[in-house]
């Protein structure tokens, strides 16, 4: 299951509208991944002025796994990531 997690600041949708399809939350992680356009597919929504973690995943196979995975389970979620950079942080 390929999945990339995204910390989406605020005032920033979380998918694109017809109003903007440019500048959402997944439109600038392809972008600075080198994927293509609509390669990535959001699982939730986070409101345009909430930032947080935003989980989009690779194949709509994967958006659904993780979908059922997280509603067939109450309580916590411990999820394992293996997480690669991009540039340098300051």
């Known amino acids: 299951m390929f999945m990339t997690v ?9 998918m694109a509208h017809e109003s903007n399809a ?3 939350c997944g439109g600038c992680a392809e972008r600075g991944l080198g994927l293509p356009a609509a ?3 959001v699982t ?4 345009s002025s909430t930032s947080g973690v ?14 059922e995975s997280v509603a067939k389970k ?3 979620k411990v999820i394992f990531l293996l997480l690669f ?6």
């Open 85 to 90: 950079t991009y540039g340098q942080f300051e």
């Open 22 to 24: 440019v500048e959402h």
């Open 54 to 67: 935003l989980v989009l995943g690779k194949t709509e196979s994967a958006v659904r796994e993780f979908n």
């Open 39 to 41: 390669a990535l597919k």
């Open 74 to 76: 109450p309580g916590s």
């Open 44 to 47: 939730h929504r986070l409101d």
């Open 6 to 14: 995204v910390d989406k600041p605020h005032r920033l949708p979380s």
